[in-house]
């Protein structure tokens, strides 16, 4: 079937039509904002477009006319001579002469396009301020293609889903570079400051292959800030009713024309104890982080070169357990449970890029990561430790064929990781290395058709050599339609206890069942995904809508397993034996009700099934029915930029399987399944003016809390304690405040 599909793929692409060659660009304002709506137009001709969400436009080229206009309201007119088809990146200017122009609802804070090839949508700054978004991992609250909940109910740590499947199978990176992987899994997430996040792309299905052969269900990018377009403070400071507080601040330096440098810092902290379930243990983890990144950026427009370095370093400290747990006198004892996870983190970064001046199309990249993490950390009497010493390397180089229209990007990545494992006394240390090499082509003609074709080999000194094809095709038949659909291969091995450490909290037993494989025994994970997407805009009342509707399956030829249900005392990990797959559908609904105020719908529907060895089953802790909605509401900006900003999400979930625990003692029995149920977030903003702002905010305002969270939660030494089987909040409603202060 795979075979069939690809062929497909290229017999489409060898009968797209010939287009007629273009002129393409993108249209900016402020700092490289896209602006949307600008007209650009040949000069005394009726040939015309408009630049679409991301600021982009493509427009036909005869030679015949050479006069290009470009014009918004509020902005200089730019008059442009093009005497050949080419790429632009036009940065308009507010027309003083106006007065104090002010763009409102320019860009908005969720964006998808007609044009993109692959199924992305961006989360803006403006939509990640949305929430309490203090770190990544609580950035999601409003967008409904992704599923946040609680690990565990003790660590106090989120993880995402997307198409119904965990975090391992999506690919984090960081500005394109391979980010939260391997030993960062668990917790990796709560280590990037949300305020020192641009934006954030979200690719549904199969992912580049210019980033690697590990993406399964699809890959999540966050742009961090630009020293070149940042601002010269930024101050965050932020409270909650669950004592938690942070401080985040940047600074901003232009150094010269060319050179511009950053300072983030962050800190935090969690000093009080609750318990507000009455359980005997903490419903979030005492502890601090502290999180410092030094930034700069190079660019030289004339010559071609743009270059970043980046120099991090972090250290997080967590105490969960039992409330009278006290380190220093019950760590290694059964007095009473507890535990305690330290972190260490150092990064270095640069990417090096080239366009060349005269074929503005044609540029190398090159990117080199080096990552140092050390985790050192006990559950009860169960001690974990990791250290990951990791390198990553990507030469790319990006051209055309004949046109603008053929694009192609090819090169070379090394990836190296030298893990140092341990499982109380059990040393699982190992050394992994890849090299490959990639080639992607790109056809768009930036109307009705474009598609992506993709592949790399990589040579993997575990998993031997093999090959990745992605596929990607869009379809857009009239202005506000389009089809998309998408096929890939992934492949990763599975850091089995790195990504499962919610299990150490608990009397678990851990066994591997299978042992010829490279990797704890364990062969490698295989899965194709496929994917259809459709996307409509239209007016009601003269209001603009959006309708999307998606898609997705993933198919497992081989898996790490892991299996809670044989027995509540142990968890197996095996390679799947039969089938597992992942079915995912979502509605979305979105529309401007009026100027200002907008509302975002979506319904979700999940398979997700594997056979363990009682047979083949849904999936633990995945709910098959959810649906979401968001309420976004702004008021007019004043002179002096006074506004006041509402934003409300709801989300309902549906029922969810629980791992089996027949077995236990009655009162130490879950039921088969969760039953429904709801949260509420909000949150107010009031901006006084352009530089000082505060907000309040609350979290679960439903007030739910999940009964019963821990399995044995009295008797926490014993066969039975379990506190990985959370599928809701652990604790009531939480309330926080903030301020932002910026100088401009």
């Given at each position: 079937?795979?075979k ?27 700092n490289?904002?896209p602006?949307?709506?600008a007209?650009i ?64 609802n320019?860009?908005?804070s969720l ?75 668990a917790?990796?997430l ?37 020293p ?24 901003n ?9 950053s ?19 903490l ?7 502290i999180?410092i ?6 660019s ?22 039992q ?14 449970w507890?535990?305690e ?13 080239y ?32 250290k ?25 990545n ?29 056809f ?18 575990r ?13 857009k ?27 150490f ?19 490698a ?13 239209f ?34 990990f ?29 319904y ?22 959810r ?20 934003d ?56 739910y ?12 030494f ?18 926080y ?8």
């Amino acid at each position: 079937m795979q075979k069939q599909f690809i062929g497909y793929v290229f017999l489409l692409v060898s009968f797209i039509s010939f287009s007629q060659e273009k002129v393409t660009g993108k249209i900016i304002y402020d700092n490289n904002q896209p602006l949307p709506g600008a007209n650009i137009y040949w000069q005394n001709t009726e040939i015309g477009v408009i630049s679409d969400e991301e600021g982009k436009f493509s427009i036909p080229f005869t030679g015949e006319h050479t006069v290009l206009v470009i014009s918004y309201v509020g902005f200089k007119t730019v008059i442009l001579t093009i005497l050949k088809p080419k790429t632009i990146t036009q940065k308009m200017e507010f027309d003083s002469s106006l007065g104090e122009v002010t763009v409102t609802n320019v860009r908005k804070s969720l964006q998808k396009s007609y044009r993109v090839t692959s199924n992305m949508q961006t989360m803006t700054g403006k939509e990640l301020l949305k929430a309490a978004c203090c770190n990544l991992s609580e950035s999601f609250e409003t967008n409904p293609s992704i599923d946040v909940n609680f690990s565990d109910a003790v660590s106090g740590s989120k993880q995402i889903k997307m198409l119904g499947l965990t975090s391992p199978y999506i690919l984090m990176t960081e500005e394109n570079i391979p980010a939260i992987r391997g030993a960062s899994q668990a917790y990796g997430l709560s280590f990037i400051p949300g305020t020192w996040v641009e934006s954030i792309q979200i690719t549904k299905g199969a992912g580049s292959v210019v980033n690697g052969y590990e993406s399964i269900s699809g890959q999540i990018n966050y742009e961090l800030l630009k020293p070149a377009d940042d601002i010269p403070f930024f101050l965050n400071a932020y409270g909650s009713t669950d004592s938690r507080f942070e401080l985040n601040t940047h600074f901003n330096t232009k150094v010269n024309d060319k050179w511009a440098t950053s300072l983030f810092l962050h800190g935090n902290t969690r000093i009080s104890k609750n318990d507000m379930n009455n359980d005997g243990f903490l419903d979030n983890p005492l502890g601090k982080q502290i999180n410092i990144i030094n930034r700069w950026q190079y660019s030289d427009s004339e010559k071609g070169w743009v270059s970043f370095i980046n120099l991090r370093y972090m250290k997080d400290d967590k105490q969960t357990g039992q409330v009278d747990f006290e380190p220093d006198r019950d760590k290694g004892t059964t007095n009473f449970w507890g535990s305690e996870i330290s972190t260490e983190k150092l990064d270095a970064s640069a990417k090096l890029g080239y366009v060349f001046p005269d074929t503005p199309w044609k540029s190398i990249g090159f990117q080199n990561a080096f990552n140092y993490h050390n985790q050192e950390s006990y559950f009860g009497l169960d001690q974990y430790n990791i250290k990951q010493n990791s390198f990553y390397s990507n030469l790319i180089y990006n051209s055309i064929i004949s046109d603008t229209r053929h694009k192609f990007a090819t090169g070379l990545n090394f990836t190296y990781d030298n893990y140092n494992e341990f499982v109380n006394v059990n040393d699982f240390s190992r050394i992994d290395s890849s090299l490959g090499a990639f080639f992607e082509y790109t056809f768009d003609d930036s109307d009705k058709w474009s598609y992506v074709l993709g592949g790399r080999v990589d040579s993997h000194n575990r998993l031997g050599v093999f090959f990745t094809p992605r596929a990607h095709v869009r379809f857009k038949p009239y202005e506000k339609t389009t089809f998309r659909a998408s096929a890939g291969r992934g492949k990763r091995s599975a850091n089995i206890f790195a990504e499962n450490q919610q299990l150490f909290a608990s009397s678990r037993q851990f066994q591997i069942l299978d042992t010829e494989g490279k990797i704890y025994g364990l062969d490698a994970e295989i899965a194709w995904n496929y994917g259809f997407s459709f996307m409509q805009g239209f007016k009601v009342f003269g209001k603009e809508a959006e309708f999307t509707f998606d898609f997705y399956r993933t198919d497992f030829q081989n898996q790490a397993v892991v299996d809670v249900d044989n027995s509540p005392q142990q968890v197996l990990f095996y390679n799947l034996k039969g089938q597992s797959f992942a079915n995912s559908l979502q509605v979305d609904l979105n529309y401007q009700l009026m100027t200002h105020f907008s509302i975002r719908t979506a319904y979700k529907y999940y398979d997700v099934q594997t056979e363990y060895t009682i047979g083949l089953v849904e999936r633990p802790l995945q709910a098959k029915h959810r649906f979401f909605a968001n309420l976004a509401y702004e008021t007019h900006v004043k002179e002096k930029g006074q506004q006041w900003k509402f934003d409300f999400t709801y989300n309902w979930l549906g029922e969810q399987r629980l791992p089996q625990t027949q077995s236990n003692p009655e009162e130490y029995r879950l039921d088969a399944f969760a039953n429904p149920f709801s949260t509420i977030n909000a949150q107010v903003t009031k901006t006084f003016s352009k530089t000082f702002e505060i907000y309040i905010g609350g979290e679960n305002m439903s007030n739910y809390q999940q009964p019963n969270p821990i399995v044995g939660s009295d008797d926490p030494f014993g066969p039975y304690f379990d506190s990985s089987m959370v599928y809701g909040p652990v604790f009531g409603a939480m309330y926080y405040a903030g301020l932002r202060f910026k100088i401009q």
